[in-house]
């Protein structure tokens, strides 16, 4: 399906959301609430900031790059630099760091070291954002996306809740009611989003019924994942620290992920190989004060297990606005340019 040039055309609408919404309606009926009031708190989700509109996942982007990398960089800072991180095909997500010599880290989707390595020597070429020699060298943490244990970007919404519990929910000036909540729980796990198939139809050159079968065998294939809303830095909340954290796990490995995957603070866990550390942790905190509290009652819960842990805390204020979905709509709408390229050779 990848190799066609129709469904190329539907997997890019319904990655950048074309055709797909909120179905109001359906939340209206399910919390047993007036359509009036349930599409007020919907669009303040929106307003505020707090997620992003629904959209398809696709999730073939893990299996076609299946390299991430968890880069430090010493990159300049000017205009240049700063779209060249935004616009990227392969970075993800981006930071403003002070880590020693590094000022940047980067989140990044390869095909493998090889593809990786000519990519870091583009960047030095004549033309590229990095004079060769004036830069400090880059620290690489190289993982596979084959190794993910738990990937849950919507987890952090759980720790949230108890937060609206405790003390009441305020995230970019929104103060939450319980009504607010559960329509984001439902959105983020994707309930009450609907698909508009006539209009996708029209777009991609099919028939309605054909829309609808294929979206049916894309999910299937595991190309394309059900509709979600996510969170705008996708690992966390807008308001949240995000933190990366390199652990030894010494023993009662089995134990300690099965607490891991089931902990809402911890939305990516991955097995890694870097020195003694052999797991990475990215977790969301409502301040950096909960992460510490956090590692401290692992530490006692499992006292001969945590051996070294190695923290990178990463607030609001040092992320690069990315688009969640730009990398893998840049990897689509490649493949259909490389199709048209073909078809226009074949019919020469």
């Known amino acids: 399906m990848l190799n066609n040039i129709h469904d190329l055309k539907l997997i890019e609408n319904l990655c950048e959301g074309t055709g797909v919404a909120v179905n109001i309606s359906e939340l209206s009926k399910s919390l047993n609430r007036h359509r009036n009031t349930?599409?007020?708190?919907?669009?303040?989700?929106?307003?505020?900031?707090?997620?992003?509109?629904?959209?398809?996942?696709?999730?073939?982007?893990?299996q076609e790059f299946p390299l991430l990398t968890i880069v430090r960089a010493d990159f300049p800072r000017d205009e240049k630099t700063?779209?060249?991180?935004?616009?990227?095909?392969?970075?993800?997500?981006?930071?403003?760091?002070?880590?020693?010599?590094?000022?940047?880290?980067?989140?990044?989707?390869?095909?493998?070291?090889d593809s990786y390595t000519i990519w870091r020597e583009s960047l030095t070429m004549k033309g590229g954002v990095l004079?060769?020699?004036?830069?400090?060298?880059?620290?690489?943490?190289?993982?596979?996306?084959?190794?993910?244990?738990?990937?849950?970007?919507?987890?952090?919404?759980y720790?949230?809740?108890?937060?609206?519990?405790?003390?009441?929910?305020?995230?970019n000036g929104y103060i939450?009611?319980?009504?607010?909540?559960?329509?984001?729980?439902?959105?983020?796990?994707?309930?009450?989003i609907r698909t508009n198939e006539q209009l996708l139809a029209g777009k991609v050159g099919m028939q309605r019924k054909t829309v609808e079968r294929h979206i049916s065998k894309l999910i299937d294939?595991?190309?394309i994942d059900k509709p979600v809303c996510r969170f705008p830095r996708f690992f966390a909340p807008s308001n949240y620290v995000i933190t990366l954290s390199l652990c030894?796990?010494?023993?009662?490995?089995?134990?300690?992920?099965?607490?891991?995957?089931?902990?809402?603070?911890?939305?990516?866990?991955?097995?890694?190989?870097?020195?003694r550390y052999n797991l990475l942790m990215i977790g969301a905190?409502?301040?950096?004060?909960?992460?510490?509290?956090?590692?401290?009652?692992?530490?006692?819960?499992?006292?001969?297990?945590?051996?070294?842990?190695?923290?990178?805390?990463?607030?609001?204020?040092?992320?690069?606005?990315?688009?969640?979905?730009?990398?893998?709509?840049?990897?689509i709408r490649k493949k259909i340019e490389e199709l048209h390229g073909k078809e226009l050779i074949e019919s020469a």
């Not at 007020?40 to 505020?48: M, N, S």
């Not at 559960?182 to 994707?190: A, F, N, R, S, T």
């Open 38 to 62: 349930i599409e007020d708190r919907v669009e303040k989700l929106f307003k505020y900031k707090i997620i992003n509109r629904p959209v398809y996942p696709y999730l073939h982007l893990a």
């Open 82 to 113: 700063n779209k060249f991180i935004l616009y990227d095909e392969h970075i993800f997500a981006a930071f403003f760091v002070r880590e020693g010599e590094y000022n940047t880290l980067t989140i990044e989707f390869h095909k493998g070291i």
């Open 131 to 157: 004079q060769k020699g004036l830069r400090y060298p880059v620290e690489t943490l190289f993982l596979s996306t084959k190794l993910i244990i738990k990937n849950e970007p919507c987890s952090s919404m």
């Open 159 to 171: 720790t949230q809740e108890e937060e609206l519990k405790k003390e009441g929910l305020k995230i």
């Open 176 to 192: 939450f009611d319980e009504l607010s909540f559960q329509i984001l729980k439902k959105l983020m796990l994707g309930e009450g």
């Open 221 to 223: 294939k595991k190309i």
């Open 248 to 275: 030894e796990i010494r023993q009662c490995e089995d134990r300690f992920i099965k607490v891991i995957t089931a902990d809402p603070h911890i939305p990516i866990v991955i097995k890694t190989s870097m020195g």
């Open 285 to 331: 905190f409502p301040k950096i004060e909960d992460c510490i509290k956090w590692e401290e009652e692992h530490d006692q819960r499992f006292p001969e297990c945590i051996g070294a842990i190695k923290t990178t805390y990463l607030s609001p204020e040092m992320t690069f606005s990315i688009d969640p979905q730009y990398v893998s709509l840049y990897n």
